[in-house]
C-alpha cells in the first residue's frame, strides 16, 4: 500500500507540473508556428483557416494544404524587419558586454568583502530585481530627458554647456538595459568567485605572477561558469526586449520586440507577428538550449 | 594581504550608486509640488491624494493584487513539485524536455510567451479576461518558483525522509511533515518572488488580458505614454513600499527560521 501510495505520488509530483507546462508553454509555441503560415483575415480571430478539430482528418488535411508561407516571405522582402532582427542582436549585444563590464568589478567586490557585510551586500543587490521593471525604466526617463536631472548636473557642473541628448537613442536603450539587467549579470559571476579557492591566486603570486596577471590568468578563467551564465541571462532577453526600447529608444530605433508588438497591437496581423515571434525564436533557441546545458550542469554539481 | 582593497569598495559604492539612485530620484519627486519631474519645487503630498481619486487606478491596482495572490499561490504549488520532480528523479522519460520547459521561460523575451499563449487562448476559444491573466502569469511564475525551491533541495539531507519512510511514514505525510517544514523558506520566498513578478508584468499581462482585466503596470503604461507626471512616481513610490516591506518580512522570517533550524540541529546532534 504504502509502495503503491509513493509510486503514485511521484508520478504525481512530475505529471502535473510537465502537463501545465507542455499545455501552457510548448503547445503554445506550435500555435505560433501553425498561425504564422495562416493569411491575415478581418474577422476574428483575424487569420485564415481557422483550426477547428470537429472537421476531423479530412478538414484538418484541407487546412494544412492552405498552409502559406507568404508571410515569411513578406518579411524577407520588407527590409525593415532584417534590420529590427540584426539591431537587436547588436544592441543586445554591446549592452551585455557594458553590463559584464560594470557588473563584474561588483561581484569581485562584493566576494572580497568581510563575511560579515557579504549577505547584506547581496540582499542590496536582489533588491531592485523586486521593483517593477517598468517602474525601474520610467525613472530613467526623468533622468535622461533634454532638461532632465542629468544635464541639469552637467550643466551646473560646468562640464557640458549643451545638454546632451540621450533620451530616444540607443545610447538610452543601452543604459536601461545595463540598468535592469545588472543584478542578473553580478548574481551568477558573484557566485562562482565567492566559490573560488583563493589559495590558487595566492599560489600564482608566490611563484611571481604581478597581481592583474594571477587575476587573468587564474580568476577569470575560474569564474567563466559565472560570465557564460550572466551574459545569457542578460542577451537573451534583451534581444526581444520590448519595454526598454519604447520608453527610451527613439522613432528610429528598430528592435524586433517593439515591431512584434506594433504588427500585433497596432497593425492587428497576427500571422505576421507570429512569423516575426517564429524567426526570433529560432535565432534564440541555440543560446537558450546552451543556457538550459549550463545550468544544469551546474545544477548536477551542485547535488 | 589587503583583499577587501579601495578598488573593491569603490566599484562596490559606484555599483550601487548607479543601481539605487534612479529609483531614490523617483521617490523623492513624488513629493514634488510641481508638475515637473524634474525641477523640484516644494514639498507635497498632493499627488498621493489625487491618487486615491484616480477609480481607474484603484480598479487596476485590484485586479492586479487578486491576480497576484491566485496566481502566487498556484505557482508556489505548481513550482515547488517541479522542483522535486527535477532534484528526485533525475531519470524520468522527457526529463530533458522538462528541463528545458523549466528553464526557457526565465529567459524567453516576454513578447514570446505573451503571444503564444494569447493564440492558445484563442485557438481553445478561451475568452481573454482575469483568468486568461492568471493562467498566464502562473505558468512563468512557476518555473521562478521551481528554481528557488530547487537550489534549497539540493542540498537537503534525504536521510531524514528516508528514516521517515522507513518509520512507516505515506510520501505524503513524509512530505508534509518532514520535508515541507525545512524546506519551507524557500518556498515562501518563491512565492514572494511569484508575487512581485506578477505584480510587475507588463508584457505578457497586455497579450493575456482582455476587456475588464487592466492591470496597475498596463494603466501606468498607458500613463507614461502620455507624459511622465508626479502621479505616476507617487503610485511607482507606493508599489515600492510594499514590495520593499515584503521583502523585507521575508527576510527576516527566513533568518530566524534559518537560526532556528541550527538551534534544533544543533539539539538534536546533542541527545
Known sequence: ?303 | MQRWSRFNIASIVIGFAFLYLPIVLLVIFSFNESKLVTVWAGFSTKWYVQLLHNQALLDAAWVTVRVGLISATVATVLGTMAALAMTRYTRFRGRMLFSGMIYAPLVMPEVITGLSMLLLFVAIGFDRGFWTLTLAHITFTMCFVAVVVQSRLLSFDRSIEEAAMDLGATPVATFLQVTLPVIAPAVFSGWVLAFTLSLDDLVISSFTSGPGATTLPMRIYSQVRLGVTPEINAVCTILIGIVAMGVLIASVVSRRREIQRVKDEQAAFAH
Open chain 1, 1 to 303: 500500500m504504502a509502495k503503491l501510495g509513493s509510486a503514485l505520488f511521484n508520478r504525481l509530483v512530475i505529471i502535473i507540473p510537465y502537463a501545465w507546462l507542455l499545455f501552457f508553454f510548448l503547445i503554445p509555441f506550435f500555435i505560433v508556428i501553425r498561425i504564422s503560415l495562416s493569411e491575415t483575415a478581418v474577422a476574428m480571430p483575424p487569420y485564415l483557416p481557422v483550426f477547428d478539430l470537429a472537421s476531423g482528418i479530412g478538414g484538418i488535411i484541407d487546412n494544412i494544404k492552405q498552409f502559406s508561407i507568404d508571410n515569411y516571405i513578406w518579411l524577407t522582402e520588407d527590409a525593415l524587419y532584417a534590420k529590427a532582427y540584426i539591431s537587436s542582436l547588436w544592441i543586445a549585444l554591446v549592452s551585455t558586454f557594458l553590463t559584464l563590464l560594470i557588473a563584474y568589478p561588483v561581484a569581485y567586490g562584493m566576494a572580497q568583502a568581510p563575511n560579515t557585510i557579504r549577505p547584506t551586500l547581496l540582499m542590496l543587490v536582489i533588491l531592485p530585481f523586486w521593483t517593477s521593471f517598468l517602474i525601474r525604466v520610467y525613472a530613467w526617463i526623468a533622468i535622461l530627458k533634454p532638461e532632465g536631472l542629468l544635464n541639469q548636473l552637467l550643466l551646473t557642473l560646468g562640464v557640458i554647456d549643451q545638454p546632451l541628448i540621450i533620451l530616444n537613442t540607443n545610447w538610452a536603450i543601452y543604459i536601461g538595459i545595463v540598468y535592469s539587467y545588472l543584478p542578473f549579470m553580478v548574481l551568477p559571476i558573484y557566485s562562482s568567485l565567492e566559490k573560488m579557492d583563493h589559495s590558487l591566486t595566492e599560489a600564482a603570486q608566490d611563484l611571481g605572477c604581478t597581481p592583474i596577471r594571477a587575476f587573468w590568468r587564474v580568476t577569470f578563467p575560474l569564474s567563466m561558469p559565472g560570465v557564460v551564465a550572466g551574459c545569457m541571462l542578460v542577451f537573451i532577453p534583451a534581444v526581444g526586449e520590448f519595454v526598454i526600447p519604447d520608453l527610451l529608444g527613439g522613432s528610429e530605433t528598430l528592435m524586433i520586440g517593439k515591431t512584434l508588438w506594433n504588427e500585433f497591437n497596432a497593425n492587428r496581423d497576427w500571422p505576421v507577428s507570429a512569423a516575426v515571434a517564429t524567426i526570433l525564436l529560432l535565432i534564440l533557441v541555440v543560446p537558450i538550449m546552451f543556457f538550459q546545458h549550463a545550468q544544469s550542469k551546474a545544477d548536477s554539481e551542485g547535488r
